[in-house]
């Protein structure tokens, strides 16, 4: 799939010649790419020009990854894509925790690049065949086009990656979805068995809408199986 000329990164990136090397890339690819080399100018900009994505490097001096994507979340919506060195289990899962949206390792081939980039950027618009109509389950009501939430009159803050979750678990009220499905369906990737991030969102999900994990009544997980949107527990 080609990609958006007018669509608009900010890449976080404290290496000059990755980030260089990166720019010219996805410059080349049809994107409007801005650098930022230090952490603590991260946040201002994104509010005040508000890309279309953001590749967060975790090592930054100034301000750490981790600490740039609690501040972002929930006054900025777009996705958030890590990109470190850094192969540690822990970083990456606290990263998703944060309300990042996806992580790959560096280095990271430029293709592979790409295509987790314009897989968040689909993902964050609505695509040709979804439902315009809003999803409304009890008290939950979902507007699909301006991507919006609202629970008991209340509205809830979602990042990308859970909005596109809640919608596709909605569109399928009652019906289980396996791991190895929303995988392929949402992050256009196969399930290896082992990536968190998928749970990492339902439960981030689960929270915003007062739906505990222990007591999970309205995304159930159904072990062995997969999740369950349950249509009257709203």
């Known amino acids: 799939m080609s990609t958006t000329p007018s669509s608009s990164i900010l890449l976080v990136e404290d290496d000059l010649r990755l980030a260089g090397l990166v720019s010219r890339y996805l410059d080349s690819s049809g994107f409007r790419v801005a650098i930022v080399s230090r952490g603590d100018e991260?946040?201002?900009?994104?509010l005040r020009?508000?890309?279309?994505?953001?590749?967060?490097?975790?090592?930054?001096?100034?301000?750490?990854?981790?600490?740039?994507?609690?501040?972002?979340r929930p006054a900025y919506g777009n996705p958030i894509l890590i990109l470190t060195a850094r192969d540690n289990d822990i970083d990456h899962v606290l990263g998703l925790e944060l309300g990042a949206d996806d992580y790959v390792i560096k280095p990271v081939e430029p293709r592979v690049l790409l295509a987790r980039i314009n897989a968040l950027l689909r993902r964050s618009r609505p695509q040709a065949g979804m439902t315009r109509?809003?999803?409304?389950?009890?008290?939950?009501?979902?507007?699909?086009?301006?991507?919006?939430?609202?629970?008991?009159?209340q509205s809830i803050a979602l990042s990308s990656s859970e909005f596109d979750l809640l919608v596709y678990l909605a569109a399928h009220a009652g019906e289980i979805q396996s791991r190895e499905a929303l995988f392929k369906n949402l992050y256009k990737r196969e399930y290896d068995g082992l990536d968190r991030m998928l749970d990492i969102s339902v439960s981030r999900l689960r929270r915003k809408l007062g739906d505990e994990a222990d007591t999970a009544e309205?995304?159930?997980?159904?072990?062995g199986q997969g999740y369950l949107f349950v249509p009257d527990a709203w």
Not at 50 to 72: H, K, S, Y
Not at 143 to 151: Q, T
């Open 133 to 153: 109509k809003p999803l409304q389950f009890g008290q939950l009501l979902i507007n699909v086009v301006s991507r919006s939430v609202n629970l008991n009159g």
């Open 49 to 72: 020009d508000v890309p279309d994505l953001v590749i967060l490097d975790l090592g930054l001096p100034g301000e750490d990854g981790l600490t740039i994507c609690r501040q972002l």
């Open 218 to 223: 309205r995304i159930k997980t159904i072990w």
């Open 42 to 46: 991260v946040v201002a900009q994104v």
